[in-house]
């Protein structure tokens, strides 16, 4: 009786296992598309930018980075939007955003300009999984 008790028991936790995989599978992965230029820069192609996701509670989350051309920038960052729950019997809820977007706009290693955006407030949907900047950023590359 305890093997089939103990065969049994590993048959349910399999299927609950498989539930959490589809549960969590069900949520999309949007993407924030940011998009901007550098104003007076120094050199052309020194530039790199970064962009960096913080969630409520100041928690970092999903980066990217890409070179600066021709004095202009476009980076998309993925995100997953499923929230965890302390309950895990409960259904995965799919409105995980970041609060925050900080760029950054880095020389070499140093850093030249830097923004934080709140994202609920500068940024607008354009299709069902992306969100873009509702108005083109500018940062400085002038020596500060």
Do not use: A, T
């Given at each position: 009786m305890p093997s089939a008790l103990r065969n049994k028991l590993i048959r349910i936790l399999g299927s609950v296992f498989s539930l959490c995989l589809i549960a969590h599978a069900q949520c999309p992965v949007d993407t924030v598309i940011v998009k901007g230029?550098?104003?007076?820069?120094?050199a052309q192609n020194d530039y790199r930018v970064r962009v960096q996701l913080v969630y409520p509670k100041h928690k970092p989350g999903e980066a990217g980075e890409v070179t600066v051309e021709d004095g202009k920038f476009q980076i998309p960052v993925e995100f997953v939007t499923s929230q965890s729950s302390v309950f895990t019997n409960?259904?995965?809820?799919?409105?995980?955003?970041?609060?925050t977007v900080v760029i950054t706009l880095l020389r070499g290693d140093q850093k030249s300009d830097e923004a934080s955006l709140d994202f609920a407030r500068n940024f607008g949907m354009v299709d069902a999984s992306a969100y873009t900047l509702r108005s083109e950023l500018a940062l400085n590359g002038g020596s500060q």
């Open positions: 230029r550098v104003e007076h820069p120094i409960l259904p995965k809820r799919c409105g995980r955003k970041p609060q």
